[in-house]
């Protein structure tokens, strides 16, 4: 499976945007660039994916660079309870075998 | 009710017991998975069914077994627990593009 690489961990203020960097410099034509976060010990949740559009919902944004050897997730007002570990995982077409890698640990401060 | 449910919550048993950990999900999806997670880490798959008909050994499977009962309903099993098998145990069910996730069981082997 590609890898990915993400920061350990980042502090972010409460009310600012928070931006999570993931680097996937050997990523397939065909996969897509997943997040999900797990609050404290909770089962992780789905928060976004994309191929190579950036990509908006009601929880964030996803910025793939052009060349799609990296992206960034975007919390844009961040709150306490989006504290997190926040996994940055390469997908084929469908849900399919994953297993997440150490993520990046976000602490919302306030 | 949550999508996916897994009982129990929290155990304690001992080393070589026999112990089964239960998941059931609402979501209906063909697929479902489990997963353990040890501190600091993230989750790495045990086994994983795409249909009743289907299992697959994940990257971890030595020492557990799973049943696949019925499209929703999918059981870990440790045959003779032991104390490295302490740890959180995930469930969790997908379909093409995203997965849900149970609760989590902590399971601890004195």
């Known amino acids: 499976d590609a890898k990915t690489t993400q920061p350990t961990s980042m502090d972010c203020a409460e009310g600012r945007a928070a931006n999570l960097p993931c680097n996937h410099s050997?990523?397939?034509?065909?996969?897509?660039v997943y997040w999900y976060r797990q609050i404290h010990s909770q089962g992780p949740q789905y928060i976004i994916h994309?191929?190579?559009n950036n990509e908006t919902n009601e929880m964030a944004s996803l910025i793939i660079t052009e060349d799609r050897k990296s992206s960034t997730l975007i919390l844009p007002h961040a709150t306490l309870r989006d504290t997190a570990v926040y996994y940055c995982?390469?997908?084929?077409?469908?849900?399919?075998?994953?297993?997440f890698g150490p993520g990046t640990s976000l602490s919302v401060i306030p | 009710d949550a999508d996916v449910t897994q009982t129990p919550r929290n155990r304690i048993t001992k080393t070589g017991k026999r112990i089964m950990l239960e998941c059931s999900q609402t979501?209906?999806?063909?697929?479902m998975y489990w997963y353990r997670q040890d501190p600091g880490l993230g989750l790495r798959l045990i086994y994983y069914?795409?249909?009743?008909?289907?299992?697959n050994k994940g990257e971890i499977s030595d020492g557990y077994s799973v049943s696949r009962q019925a499209q929703a309903k999918f059981s870990l099993s440790l045959e003779s627990a032991i104390p490295n098998q302490t740890a959180l145990y995930f469930c969790?069910?997908?379909?093409?593009?995203?997965?849900?996730f149970g609760q989590g069981t902590r399971l601890t082997v004195v």
């Open positions: 969790a069910t997908s379909d093409t593009t995203e997965a849900f």
């Open positions: 050997t990523i397939s034509g065909n996969e897509y």
């Open positions: 994309g191929l190579k």
């Open positions: 995982i390469l997908m084929k077409t469908s849900y399919d075998k994953v297993i």
């Open positions: 979501k209906g999806h063909d697929r």
């Open positions: 069914s795409f249909d009743v008909k289907d299992i």
